[in-house]
């Protein structure tokens, strides 16, 4: 307050009044001690500013007390009326916070079974429990309180503003406690201030701009509902702390109370269905409270009136209308098409409709994007039209409507010969792991069926819709991402059940459990994929691991040699390392959310797991090795070092080369080693540590690591990486009477972990700033780069092992030809030599019959002697093609080649053929092994 000089007036008993009670307040102008000699009308404006805590411009000396302002004395009329308003809220939150009456009102929803015993509970008091009231009272007294100090640090009142910040802080201790849902004394509350701002600005109501829907009760009973708030309602020109007790909000939580009471009075009385419908009303209250404490305006013509008054029959809920914006929703449901033009031009409407509607909105993003799509379809109708194939899977679908299936399937095909062909190509290679009803396709290509399923294409048509089906193969790899995610998502789901019965066999309840419900939580996320919507792979759970895939717990049989048994366990460690690379390279990928590549190591584990079997079968029955090749492979991968934590860094001193040594001495009397200083955290406290002395030589090799503390992200550390690196010191060792001589130093520079987790670096070793011809070679590894992945490109020796079935029972009879070889191979075959073939595809004619044999033994059934005897024809003549091509010279190579250039030619004019008849199955195989055959030969070309 300003120090004022002078006689002062007597105190006026109005002001006395108002500060007692806050109410009895005397407006009359005698109460106001007006001064005999008139209003001043700057002392009352500097008494008001120093009242409310601001600063009055410069004055003469104030004569006399001048009276309170109207402005301050209804401040605190509101601030005794909002005190008896609190008391009252609380009263209401001692009976929400009564735990009696909360477990008897949810035994009314059926929430809780318990018995009731018949005697009325009694209401006990307890302390007030936070509610929306509380923690809107702390959010005003904070703005005011921020406010206070905000101006007294403009007029540089220091005490004012340490003051209002002890306040301040309390305020912001007290709300986080209210936000936990602990309990706030209205006494720890500190006073309201006056912001020092006049009083034009106050605290106003806050009018948001988003449309709050109505808020009912499940039930039909009479609810409240919110009200949009008006964008140009007028803010209220005073402060308005809380309501008064007439306000809407203590309205609303009488009436919330009288409903609530109400309820368990019905509920004593054995009304159940009364009970249940006044809690249903009152918990419509909740959302409407929330909204009145937000400042939002909310319509309180439709309140439901006290319970006494309430309508006893409630309306069913049967003639409740359908909420209208429901059906507007809802999509309209399109005609079923009839063919696949007339789907085409519906889709193209609803998009040209779309693309009109958004011209209108005036969003022309949206219609830009419609019209797009739009074009698209008039391509593919024009495409129709004249009669070329249509790739529906690459149009977009609009709302409402299903995907167009099988309506191409159903109009007359229009695809040449070369068509099929290029198809037939593009699927083959993709079908390596196809079940057994495709494998048994080569058997029914002759049958009348194939024929006549598929028109005889025309020479005549053929050169027009050659370029469709390259098109067709394109578009598919827009889509591939959605399929591979739900590939992938199945993949881990059976596995994850696999698991799960594999802990039940072996008596694991509880594992068997873990991945049930890991499988289980895999749902949605195939529910959303099939759907079309991405998937965070990331929370994918891991693929369970069997510790027994890669161990050879059979005995060797009978007649096995150590020289065997040593072989095998070399393979069965290189699965092993193999197996794990790719789990390694998968998790990672994963937490990436690639799923391309997570894919790709799926399938190479589950390959490794498939050649792990087939080792244990060949084991189990003493067989010799399989048939095992190295071949080369490229992955990009993510280069981590997973043993380090994220807060080691490794550093590796390996070796120094023609270090210089001090004069007088030869490099043979050279005893080096090697100190170095990271200053991190600081200076004063820099990591150190020396290497062991290496004597007797000028190239030392230390190949000694030191484990140094990081923290990646303290400021330190990337101040200390990017600026100063490790600093070396090559140290001669000194005698008895000598002492150590620094022969140079060098410096790393670290920088360069910023992208990479490895620094490898062979370093100048410098006397001052003169080289000395000495090197140094340190590396340093951390966990992972500090701000990106590194990603890398290497090559792998991967082990592949050929397949073979689990028993293949001997048979003797006539030896049966192999399907699908050439023909001259065949007339080859008879003369006393054996032919040449494709080793590539010996090894698919193999596969398939391995996979045949194996689905007739999981399906209890025998195995055709031919079938048997075609297998055993085409090993044998594998192993022998094999050993004849080691051992035989260049002439022998060449003589392969030409007979692969042979087969090459034959299976191309064969597929050709079988493309001209029809036979679509047929042309496809002739070209997978033409494509076999074609890679063998560029690779032996090589």
Avoid at 426 to 436: C, T, V
Wanted: hydrophobic residues 35%.
């Amino acid at each position: 307050m300003h120090k004022r000089n002078g006689p002062q007036a007597p105190p006026g008993r109005g002001a006395v009044t108002a500060r007692q009670l806050g109410l009895l307040v005397d407006f009359s102008p005698d109460g106001l001690m007006i001064p005999e000699d008139g209003v001043n009308d700057e002392e009352l404006e500097a008494e008001f500013l120093a009242l409310v805590g601001g600063q009055p411009q410069a004055l003469e000396k104030l004569k006399g007390k001048g009276p309170l302002p109207m402005e301050a004395i209804e401040k605190m009329a509101r601030l005794c009326m909002r005190d008896l308003d609190e008391d009252e809220e609380g009263t209401d939150e001692d009976v929400e916070a009564d735990e009696d009456l909360l477990a008897e009102l949810n035994e009314v929803l059926g929430e809780e079974r318990k018995a009731v015993e018949p005697a009325m509970p009694v209401v006990q008091p307890k302390p007030s429990s936070p509610n929306p009231g509380i923690e809107a009272t702390l959010q005003e007294r904070l703005i005011l309180y921020q406010s206070a100090v905000e101006s007294a640090r403009q007029a540089g009142d220091s005490a004012k503003m340490r003051r209002y910040d002890r306040g301040l802080k309390t305020l912001e201790n007290l709300l986080v406690s209210a936000k936990k849902g602990n309990t706030i004394n209205e006494a720890d509350i500190p006073p309201p201030v006056a912001s020092g701002k006049g009083p034009a600005i106050g605290h106003s109501h806050t009018h948001t701009t988003s449309h709050l829907a109505p808020v009912s009760p499940p039930a039909p009973e009479p609810s409240v509902t919110l009200e949009a708030p008006s964008t140009t309602a007028q803010t209220s020109a005073k402060p308005q702390l809380s309501p008064d007790p007439c306000s809407p909000l203590a309205r609303l939580q009488s009436l919330q109370h009288e409903y609530k009471v109400a309820a368990l009075r019905a509920k004593h009385q054995d009304d159940t269905a009364t009970a249940a419908r006044y809690l249903r009303v009152s918990k419509s209250f909740d959302p409407v409270l929330e909204a009145l404490s937000r400042g939002e305006l909310v319509d309180l013509s439709r309140l439901p009136p006290p319970p006494d008054q309430l309508s006893p029959e409630p309306p069913l809920p049967a003639a409740q209308p359908v909420t209208p914006a429901s059906t507007l929703t809802r999509p309209e449901v399109p005609q079923p098409p009839k063919n696949l033009l007339e789907a085409l031009e519906q889709r193209m409407e609803r998009y040209h409709v779309a693309a009109a509607q958004a011209k209108a909105k005036g969003d022309q993003r949206k219609a830009r994007m419609h019209e797009r799509i739009v074009k698209q379809y008039q391509d593919a109708i024009r495409a129709h039209k004249a009669g070329r194939a249509v790739d529906v899977a690459e149009l977009p679908v609009p709302p409402g409507f299903p995907p167009i299936q099988g309506l191409e399937s159903a109009e007359p095909s229009q695809q040449s010969l070369v068509g099929v062909l290029e198809t037939a190509m593009k699927l083959a290679n993709h079908e390596e792991g196809s079940d057994e009803e495709e494998e048994e396709t080569p058997k029914k290509q002759n049958t009348p069926a194939a024929s006549t399923a598929q028109p005889k294409a025309s020479p005549s048509r053929a050169p027009p819709s050659g370029p469709a089906p390259a098109g067709k193969a394109a578009s598919k790899g827009t889509s591939t991402r959605a399929q591979q995610q739900l590939a992938f998502l199945e993949g881990r789901k059976k596995q994850l059940l696999q698991a799960a019965l594999r802990a039940k066999q072996k008596n694991d309840v509880e594992g068997a459990k873990m991945h049930l419900r890991q499988a289980k939580g895999l749902e949605p996320m195939l529910e959303a994929s099939r759907n079309g919507l991405p998937v965070d792979i990331a929370k994918v759970p891991p693929a369970p691991v069997n510790k027994d895939d890669f161990v050879l717990v059979q005995r060797p049989g009978p007649g096995m040699s150590q020289e065997a048994v040593r072989r095998y366990g070399e393979l069965t460690k290189l699965l092993r390392q193999q197996h794990e690379m790719c789990l390694n390279h998968s998790t990672q990928f994963t937490h990436l959310g690639n799923i391309a590549e997570t894919i790709k190591f799926e399938k190479l584990a589950e390959d490794c797991k498939r050649s792990m079997d087939t080792l244990k079968q060949a084991f189990a029955r003493s067989l010799p090795t399989p048939a095992a090749r190295f071949e080369q492979r490229t992955f990009s991968v993510i280069k981590i070092f997973p043993d380090l934590s994220n807060n080691d860094m490794l550093l590796f001193i390996v070796k120094g080369i023609n270090l210089p040594t001090p004069p007088g001495l030869s490099p043979s009397d050279l005893d080096a080693f090697v100190r170095f200083d990271f200053p991190y955290p600081n200076v004063e406290e820099a990591q150190k540590d020396k290497t062991s002395v290496i004597k007797s030589t000028d190239s030392p090799e230390f190949k000694e690591q030191f484990k140094l503390c990081i923290n990646r992200g303290h400021r330190g550390f990337r101040r200390a990486i990017q600026t100063k690196g490790i600093k070396f010191e090559v140290v001669h060792k000194g005698g008895l009477f000598k002492t150590d001589r620094v022969l140079g130093t060098a410096q790393l520079k670290l920088d360069t972990l910023e992208t990479a987790c490895e620094v490898h670096e062979i370093l100048e070793v410098l006397d001052g700033r003169r080289p000395t011809g000495g090197r140094l070679e340190v590396m340093v590894r951390i966990r992972e780069p500090l701000t990106a992945q590194q990603l890398e490109t290497t090559t792998e020796r991967w082990l592949v092992i050929d397949h073979i079935p689990a028993a293949v029972p001997t048979v003797t009879g006539p030896k049966a030809k192999v399907p699908l070889i050439p023909a001259s191979s065949k007339e080859a075959g008879n003369r006393s030599s054996r032919p040449l073939h494709s080793l590539s595809v010996l090894a698919f004619d193999q596969e398939r019959l391995e996979r045949k044999i194996l689905a007739l033994r999981q399906a209890r059934r025998p195995v055709p002697p031919e079938v048997a005897q075609q297998y055993q024809d085409v090993v044998q003549r594998s192993q022998w093609q094999r050993a004849q091509l080691e051992q035989g010279g260049a002439a022998l190579r060449r003589e392969y080649a030409s007979h692969l250039e042979r087969q090459l030619h034959f299976y191309t004019e064969a597929a050709r053929r079988l493309g001209y008849d029809g036979s679509r199955e047929a042309a496809k195989e002739a070209l997978y092994r033409r494509n076999l055959v074609e890679s063998e030969l560029q690779r032996l070309r090589r």
